[in-house]
């Protein structure tokens, strides 16, 4: 385990004044869970205002995809992001291990840093694996976050798979880099998208960066995604739940996101406008406030960032969403 300490960003939480800048120790831990090594980056904050968040990125993020986040998020809990096995820079899995599988990896990771309880966000493939989390684990859960996630994989993804493997292993990279990034980014002219052309050149660095492993990783982890249940219709919990995605996501849709923010109990749903699926890039500081906001029970109408706010569980156990009190709020 490698440890050191910084300091936060004076970043302004709730209450009337300005939070003083937060000293956290950074922490990078390796675990063990059914023989299969992961790594965790925890980012510890001695005056959290509510539980850890426990961040599951998407297939293609690993753990410090979320370090520019931090100066947000950092000053208000304890963070932490997580290399599961079968992505980032743990161990390589065999597509037989499923969400079942991964979920109770989490609860593992849960365990040996010893937090009982989390705020839990999941995003994209990581909302698949929270979702079967929820399901299976509620008692570790204060609030559960899904961005970009869906019922089912899209039919027309779901098609494109075996070519995609078949374009890895023959080595058709930049074929592969041009056509993801077409598929996770909503076409041009589709809607005003935040850093669209930035963001778009940056996932096409990221997909043609790839190391040799980390494209046998994609390739397993597409018949992963092939080989077990998206979702499976078990009892979720009522906890406070929040599903958003970018307003012009054309991979994960609005609509199927009200979808899965219909499964759930407690649940609140909107977009973030000028985004697509990409948006925790494309939209970081804002994404951030929303997150912060969730977690730490603060209001979530009135944003000007967002869409409106949709109610659509059974209302028990739901985050308050009064308008803001701007003495309370979390700025960006």
Same mark, same amino acid.
């Given at each position: $385990?490698?440890?050191?300490?910084?300091?936060?960003?004076?970043?302004?939480?709730?209450?009337?004044?300005? $939070?003083?800048?937060?000293?956290?120790?950074?922490?990078?831990?390796?675990?063990?869970?059914?023989?299969?090594?992961?790594?965790?980056? !925890?980012?510890?904050?001695?005056?959290?205002?509510?539980?850890?968040?426990?961040?599951?990125?998407?297939?293609?993020?690993?753990?410090?995809?979320?370090?520019?986040?931090?100066?947000?998020?950092?000053?208000?809990?304890?963070? !932490?992001?997580?290399?599961?096995?079968?992505?980032?820079?743990?161990?390589?899995?065999?597509?037989?291990?499923?969400?079942?599988?991964?979920?109770?990896?989490?609860?593992?990771?849960?365990?040996?840093?010893?937090?009982?309880?989390?705020?839990?966000?999941?995003?994209?493939?990581?909302?698949? *694996?929270?979702?079967?989390?929820?399901?299976?684990?509620?008692?570790?859960? !204060?609030?559960?976050?899904?961005?970009?996630?869906?019922?089912?994989?899209?039919?027309?993804?779901?098609?494109? !798979?075996?070519?995609?493997?078949?374009?890895?292993?023959?080595?058709?990279?930049?074929?592969?880099?041009?056509?993801?990034?077409?598929?996770?980014?909503?076409?041009?002219?589709?809607?005003?998208?935040?850093?669209?052309? *930035?963001?778009?050149?940056?996932?096409?660095?990221?997909?043609?960066?790839?190391?040799?492993?980390?494209?046998?990783?994609?390739?397993?982890?597409?018949?992963?995604?092939?080989?077990?249940?998206?979702?499976?219709?078990?009892?979720?919990?009522?906890?406070?739940?929040?599903?958003?995605?970018?307003?012009?996501?054309?991979?994960?849709?609005?609509?199927?996101?009200?979808?899965?923010?219909?499964?759930?109990?407690?649940?609140?749903?909107?977009?973030?406008?000028?985004?697509?699926?990409?948006?925790?890039?494309?939209?970081?500081?804002?994404?951030?406030?929303?997150?912060?906001?969730?977690?730490?029970?603060?209001?979530?109408?009135?944003?000007?960032?967002?869409?409106?706010?949709?109610?659509?569980?059974?209302?028990?156990?739901?985050?308050?969403?009064?308008?803001?009190?701007?003495?309370?709020?979390?700025?960006?």
């Amino acid at each position: $385990m490698r440890s050191d300490v910084n300091v936060a960003q004076d970043t302004p939480a709730s209450g009337s004044g300005r $939070m003083p800048p937060a000293p956290v120790r950074v922490e990078e831990r390796e675990l063990v869970f059914e023989g299969y090594r992961y790594r965790c980056r !925890v980012v510890r904050q001695d005056r959290s205002l509510t539980a850890p968040l426990l961040v599951l990125g998407g297939s293609s993020q690993n753990r410090y995809a979320w370090v520019r986040h931090e100066k947000w998020l950092a000053p208000l809990f304890t963070m !932490v992001t997580v290399d599961l096995p079968g992505y980032g820079t743990a161990d390589f899995l065999p597509a037989r291990h499923g969400l079942d599988f991964l979920a109770a990896n989490v609860r593992h990771l849960l365990t040996e840093l010893a937090m009982p309880e989390v705020n839990l966000l999941g995003v994209c493939f990581g909302g698949a *694996i929270a979702l079967r989390f929820a399901q299976h684990y509620p008692e570790h859960l !204060v609030a559960l976050g899904l961005v970009g996630m869906t019922k089912a994989i899209p039919d027309d993804y779901a098609e494109a !798979v075996p070519r995609w493997t078949r374009m890895l292993e023959r080595g058709a990279h930049a074929e592969i880099a041009t056509e993801l990034v077409r598929r996770f980014m909503s076409p041009p002219g589709f809607g005003p998208v935040r850093k669209h052309e *930035i963001v778009s050149r940056l996932l096409y660095a990221q997909f043609m960066r790839q190391s040799p492993e980390e494209l046998r990783m994609s390739v397993e982890h597409n018949d992963r995604l092939l080989s077990h249940d998206w979702y499976r219709d078990e009892p979720l919990p009522t906890v406070p739940s929040l599903v958003f995605t970018g307003e012009y996501d054309t991979l994960c849709t609005p609509a199927m996101g009200r979808e899965v923010a219909a499964l759930l109990p407690a649940s609140t749903f909107t977009t973030l406008k000028e985004a697509d699926h990409l948006v925790p890039v494309e939209r970081m500081a804002e994404f951030s406030e929303l997150i912060a906001r969730f977690c730490t029970g603060q209001p979530l109408t009135g944003l000007a960032y967002c869409n409106e706010l949709e109610q659509l569980g059974t209302g028990a156990g739901r985050r308050d969403v009064r308008a803001p009190d701007a003495e309370a709020s979390v700025p960006v």
